[in-house]
């Protein structure tokens, strides 16, 4: 197990936020089978970009790496392949079980995937999602800003120091610790040294339990 001690756990919190991608999922071979050819395409070090884009919103990505180019354009031409191409998508280990803990909590997803994106990939993973998710298309500035996560904590009237956002990239874990919440990172994506911002690490999902109490709060604890 890779947890990190000292650990905020067993812990309560008024509601839970969660990354999708390297978070609940993970498509990582097609996001990046996508962008390197793009970037080939467009002369971009594909290596540097992979290294930079992970957590942050492709229309982000693109503005920062094409600037010349047209940001609509290359953004369409994009979210296209990837909703054409989800082979290697995979759900992460142990997250059909903590879903199944999610009834009665307050919970969303925060991606910066766009919603059809989002959708598309939860489905083909066999997961159903929370009822609210915030999408690339549903805020301004997206991660590592803050305003992600202060939108789902908005949607639920919570304070966001009483929250506990999941991530796997450094880019969300900065974006959910700036909105103050407690976050936990699992490292299916990237190294622990790369996630030191975090509150706790963790391997995947057979890590954590949720239950769930009376007034829609959560108990989150270690696995024993």
């Known amino acids: 197990m890779s947890l990190r001690l000292p650990a905020p756990l067993p812990n309560r919190f008024d509601a839970l936020f969660f990354d999708m991608d390297g978070t609940l999922i993970d498509s990582t071979p097609c996001v990046e089978r996508t962008w390197r050819n793009w970037a080939g395409e467009l002369g971009i070090d594909a290596e540097h970009l992979i290294a930079n884009m992970h957590g942050v919103r492709g229309i982000d990505v693109i503005s920062r790496f094409a600037p010349d180019a ?19 998508t995979v759900a992460i280990n142990g997250v059909a079980e ?69 991530e796997d990239a450094p880019n969300g874990v900065r974006s959910a610790k700036a909105a103050g919440m407690t976050v936990i990172a699992l490292t299916t ?32 604890t270690v696995a024993v």
């Open 189 to 220: 994506s990237h190294p622990a040294d790369e996630l030191g911002e975090a509150d706790l690490l963790i391997r995947d999902w057979h890590d954590l339990r949720f239950h769930a109490e009376a007034d829609g709060s959560v108990t989150v």
């Open 70 to 88: 047209d940001l609509q354009t290359e953004y369409e031409k994009l979210l296209q392949r990837e909703l054409s191409d989800m082979e290697g």
């Open 98 to 166: 903590r879903i199944a803990e999610l009834d009665g909590i307050r919970a969303a997803i925060i991606t910066s995937a766009p919603r059809p994106l989002a959708q598309s990939k939860l489905e083909y993973c066999g997961i159903t999602p929370p009822a609210f998710m915030v999408c690339a298309e549903d805020i301004v500035n997206g991660k590592p800003s803050p305003d992600p996560y202060l939108a789902g904590a908005q949607h639920f009237d919570v304070d966001p120091a009483r929250c506990l956002a999941f």
